[in-house]
């Protein structure tokens, strides 16, 4: 059973391009979340996704940022007219139900960088 | 709302020597509590967990943690460091509820250096 899938682990963008980062979760895992990294801290949530529904999304930026889980394929982070804040590594992990005694297990992250 | 408070950002310590981590929470509810650790480049992996069985909580490489209600901490511990044990430990707390999943909160986080 492969663990949580990240592509892909580097990602360059000029300022003002778009950023697609792709999570595939644990075989049999219905639940994803996306956290950033930024230099030197801790990571922060951004969204919580159950197959095809937005749960959660009280940690993502207003603008520019989407997420989506599809029935079918990965889950994607969308990032339009990505700025140099945006650098960061971004993190999915996922759990097979919802619970706070669930574990999730975590990817091993997109670095993001904006030049 | 939850927090959670890494008391040291930087910890240096000899190999053979234990480590302490410090970890205080603030929760309104019972929480779930995990330690995770992160080595450059890498994912983060867990090392254990809380979820109000036992107190003191046995983890993987031979860390262990021991969760004090009365004093809102989740110190992590092991009694002779590794060279291997240099790493980012995180510690984390888990939201309530169904609605919110499995959303977890991190402390800054605790690098750790050990010394030859």
């Given at each position: 059973n492969a663990g949580v899938m990240q592509n892909p682990r580097h990602l360059v963008r000029r300022r003002g391009q778009e950023a697609?980062?792709?999570?595939?979760?644990?075989?049999?895992?219905?639940?994803?979340?996306?956290?950033?990294q930024l230099p030197e801290e801790g990571l922060k949530?951004?969204?919580?996704?159950?197959?095809?529904?937005?749960?959660?999304?009280?940690?993502m930026p207003k603008?520019?940022?989407?997420?989506e889980f599809p029935k079918e394929g990965p889950s994607i982070l969308r990032i339009q007219q990505v700025v140099r804040g945006d650098s960061a590594a971004y993190f999915c992990a996922s759990s097979?139900?919802?619970?706070?005694?669930?574990?999730?297990?975590?990817?091993?992250?997109?670095?993001?960088t904006v030049v | 709302a939850q927090s959670v408070t890494q008391l040291d950002s930087h910890v240096s310590v000899s190999e053979g020597t234990p480590v302490l981590l410090r970890c205080n929470y603030s929760s309104s509810y019972s929480p779930s509590l995990f330690w995770y650790v992160q080595?450059?480049?890498?994912?983060?992996?867990?090392?254990?967990?809380?979820?109000?069985?036992?107190?003191?909580?046995k983890g993987i490489n031979g860390f262990e943690a021991e969760f004090k209600k009365s004093e809102t901490s989740f110190h992590l511990t092991k009694p002779s460091a590794h060279m291997s044990d240099a790493a980012?430990?995180?510690?984390?707390?888990?939201?309530?509820?169904?609605?919110?999943?499995?959303?977890?909160?991190?402390?800054?986080?605790?690098?750790?250096?050990?010394?030859?």
């Open positions: 697609r980062l792709r999570c595939s979760p644990m075989k049999g895992h219905s639940h994803v979340y996306w956290y950033r949530f951004m969204v919580y996704l159950q197959k095809e529904n937005i749960i959660d999304e009280s940690g603008e520019r940022f989407s997420a097979v139900m919802a619970g706070q005694n669930t574990e999730a297990f975590f990817g091993q992250g997109t670095r993001l | 080595h450059p480049n890498k994912g983060l992996q867990l090392l254990l967990k809380y979820t109000s069985a036992a107190t003191l909580v980012e430990y995180f510690c984390v707390v888990s939201d309530q509820g169904k609605a919110a999943g499995n959303k977890l909160t991190f402390g800054g986080g605790t690098r750790v250096l050990v010394k030859p």
